[in-house]
């Protein structure tokens, strides 16, 4: 089912940075209203410790005891606010409270005439406290000054310059993500060229995509299009030149078979009509190996290697069983066909039915282009690397054909074997399929040919 709204790489590198502005937003707006915060309390601290000092200096010693010498309409100017409710507190370590709010806690320090400050709550409100000792050595005694303020102000104070604060960033935040889905939209620019270069190539066209002046991702891209594109026209290719080989091969032999047919269908005597039965199964032979080849070749085409499950194959046994299935066939032509191995499996990494059909198209080779009472021999290798070799003792390979004979429907002049001259192509595929190497020599006692087939190492 398609999505109702299908994503976008634009949109969702958008969004990504709008999440990750909105976090830094919020950070910042933190660390704003801490700065605000800390100004607005610099501001009216500043005012409560001086109140704080101008009641210390109001601190009198009258007969060995600590006063404060302030007139009551004094206290009450200095402590109206229309916003704020200011207290104070004036202790004496010896006498208790002297003047001002109980409630106020006492908060300990050291007796040098500094200033502390904290935030306290006060009759659940809360407080911004300023608090100062001073020693009175002719009352040898200790006084407590304490000037507290509720936060009305500074938090008012606070959000003023937040909201002043909040705004240009606010601007600065919505251009910068104007700026980002502009910058987006070109950074994304080379994609949607190549999109659009690629929609507009018509369906015959796999020539690889222009990778000049594109950016490094963008690049990557491309060239994963082209590994692409070159696939694909490699196996459209193969699919071609399949499609011209069997219409081109299987030609003559069904001509072949339409003759016989009409010579049987003709024939006014026995002996004719079995004559012509006799040619047209032999045709019919001939189109089945000829298809079947045809059909083989097709599943060893490069690229074909997708398609095909490669395991751990031991050819000794593999061999052994393909070879088998030969042997009617060379008793037949009275011809020697002989079996080597190691005693210890040879394994190596491949598919079984197309190392059979490999087999299979090499001693069909041999037994094809040697005469009677020749020899063949099947051999599998170990050492140095593991292989297989199909030896005879027929005609042999001129040296200059030697690699052509692995070529489609190529046959050595004056060959009167028969074979469509498929086999060893068959072979040679199936063989680059396995990253093996298939190649051709003498025999070993100077006469014959020799293929060979060796594989890399299994794993």
Same mark, same amino acid.
């Given at each position: 089912?398609?999505?109702?709204?299908?994503?976008?790489? =634009?949109?969702?590198?958008?969004?990504?940075?709008?999440?990750?502005?909105?976090?830094?937003?919020?950070?910042?707006?933190?660390? &704003?209203?801490?700065?605000?915060?800390?100004?607005?309390?610099?501001?009216?601290?500043?005012?409560?410790?001086?109140?704080?000092? %101008?009641?210390?200096?109001?601190?009198?010693?009258?007969?060995?005891?600590?006063?404060?010498?302030?007139? !009551?309409?004094?206290?009450?100017?200095?402590?109206?606010?229309?916003?704020? =409710?200011?207290?104070?507190?004036?202790?004496?370590?010896?006498?208790?409270?002297?003047?001002?709010?109980?409630? #106020?806690?006492?908060?300990?320090?050291?007796?040098?005439?500094?200033?502390?400050?904290?935030?306290?709550?006060?009759?659940?409100?809360?407080?911004?406290?300023?608090?100062?000792?001073?020693?009175?050595?002719?009352?040898?005694?200790? +006084?407590?000054?304490?000037?507290?303020?509720?936060?009305?102000?500074?938090?008012?104070?606070?959000?003023?310059?937040?909201?002043?604060?909040?705004?240009?960033?606010?601007?600065?935040?919505?251009?910068?993500? /104007? &700026?980002?889905?502009?910058?987006?939209?070109?950074? /994304?620019?080379?994609?949607?060229?190549?999109?659009?270069?690629?929609?507009?190539?018509?369906?015959?066209?796999?020539?690889?995509?222009?990778?000049?002046?594109?950016?490094?991702?963008?690049?990557?891209?491309?060239? =994963?299009?082209?590994?692409? #594109?070159?696939?694909?026209?490699?196996?459209? @290719?193969?699919?071609?030149?399949?499609?011209?080989?069997?219409?081109?091969?299987?030609?003559?032999?069904?001509?072949?078979?339409?003759?016989?047919?009409?010579?049987?269908?003709?024939?006014?005597?026995?002996?004719?009509?079995?004559?012509?039965?006799?040619?047209?199964?032999?045709?019919?032979?001939?189109?089945?190996?000829?298809?079947?080849?045809?059909?083989?070749?097709?599943?060893?085409?490069?690229?074909?290697?997708? !398609?095909?499950?490669?395991?751990?194959?031991?050819?000794?046994?593999? +061999?052994?069983?393909?070879?088998?299935?030969?042997?009617?066939?060379?008793?037949?032509? !009275?011809?020697?066909?002989?079996?080597?191995?190691?005693?210890?499996?040879?394994?190596?990494?491949?598919?079984?039915?197309?190392?059979?059909?490999?087999?299979?198209?090499?001693?069909?080779?041999?037994?094809?282009? &040697?005469?009677?009472?020749?020899?063949?021999?099947?051999?599998?290798?170990?050492?140095?690397?593991?292989? #297989?070799?199909?030896?005879?003792?027929?005609?042999?390979?001129?040296?200059?054909?030697?690699?052509?004979?692995?070529?489609?429907?190529?046959?050595?002049?004056?060959?009167?074997?028969?074979?469509?001259?498929?086999?060893?192509?068959?072979?040679?595929?199936?063989?680059?399929?396995?990253?093996?190497?298939?190649?051709?020599?003498?025999?070993? %006692?100077?006469?014959?040919?020799?293929?060979?087939?060796?594989?890399?190492? @299994?794993?």
């Amino acid at each position: 089912m398609r999505p109702l709204v299908e994503p976008s790489l =634009k949109s969702g590198l958008t969004l990504r940075f709008i999440a990750a502005a909105l976090v830094l937003l919020l950070l910042d707006g933190v660390a &704003c209203y801490r700065i605000a915060a800390h100004f607005a309390n610099l501001v009216y601290d500043r005012w409560l410790i001086d109140s704080t000092r %101008s009641l210390s200096q109001a601190l009198r010693v009258a007969g060995g005891e600590v006063r404060i010498d302030l007139p !009551r309409v004094a206290l009450q100017i200095f402590q109206f606010d229309e916003i704020d =409710k200011t207290v104070f507190r004036v202790d004496s370590d010896r006498r208790g409270l002297i003047a001002g709010d109980a409630a #106020l806690p006492l908060v300990p320090g050291r007796v040098d005439g500094s200033v502390r400050l904290e935030t306290v709550v006060v009759r659940g409100h809360p407080m911004r406290l300023v608090s100062t000792r001073l020693a009175e050595p002719d009352a040898h005694d200790v +006084a407590t000054v304490e000037v507290g303020e509720t936060v009305k102000k500074r938090a008012t104070l606070t959000t003023e310059i937040l909201v002043v604060m909040a705004a240009p960033q606010l601007a600065l935040l919505a251009f910068a993500l /104007l &700026c980002a889905w502009l910058l987006v939209a070109q950074g /994304l620019k080379p994609l949607t060229t190549l999109a659009a270069a690629i929609e507009a190539r018509g369906q015959e066209n796999l020539a690889p995509v222009p990778e000049l002046g594109l950016p490094k991702e963008a690049r990557v891209l491309a060239s =994963k299009i082209n590994d692409l #594109l070159a696939r694909l026209e490699q196996a459209m @290719a193969a699919q071609r030149r399949f499609v011209a080989d069997a219409a081109h091969q299987l030609r003559t032999p069904l001509a072949t078979v339409l003759l016989h047919a009409e010579r049987a269908e003709r024939a006014d005597d026995p002996e004719s009509a079995r004559a012509a039965l006799r040619g047209l199964h032999t045709a019919v032979g001939r189109a089945a190996r000829l298809s079947q080849q045809l059909l083989a070749l097709a599943r060893a085409e490069p690229g074909a290697a997708a !398609r095909h499950t490669m395991t751990a194959v031991d050819l000794v046994g593999l +061999a052994r069983d393909v070879g088998e299935e030969w042997i009617p066939r060379a008793l037949e032509r !009275r011809i020697d066909f002989g079996f080597v191995a190691p005693e210890q499996p040879v394994i190596v990494s491949g598919n079984a039915g197309l190392l059979g059909e490999l087999m299979s198209n090499l001693i069909d080779n041999a037994l094809r282009y &040697c005469g009677p009472r020749s020899r063949v021999t099947l051999s599998v290798i170990a050492e140095p690397a593991p292989g #297989l070799a199909v030896e005879d003792d027929g005609p042999g390979v001129p040296e200059p054909e030697r690699e052509r004979i692995f070529e489609r429907f190529y046959r050595v002049a004056g060959s009167e074997a028969g074979g469509c001259g498929l086999g060893l192509a068959i072979v040679r595929e199936i063989a680059a399929l396995h990253r093996a190497a298939a190649r051709v020599c003498a025999g070993s %006692s100077g006469r014959g040919a020799r293929f060979t087939v060796e594989f890399p190492r @299994a794993g």
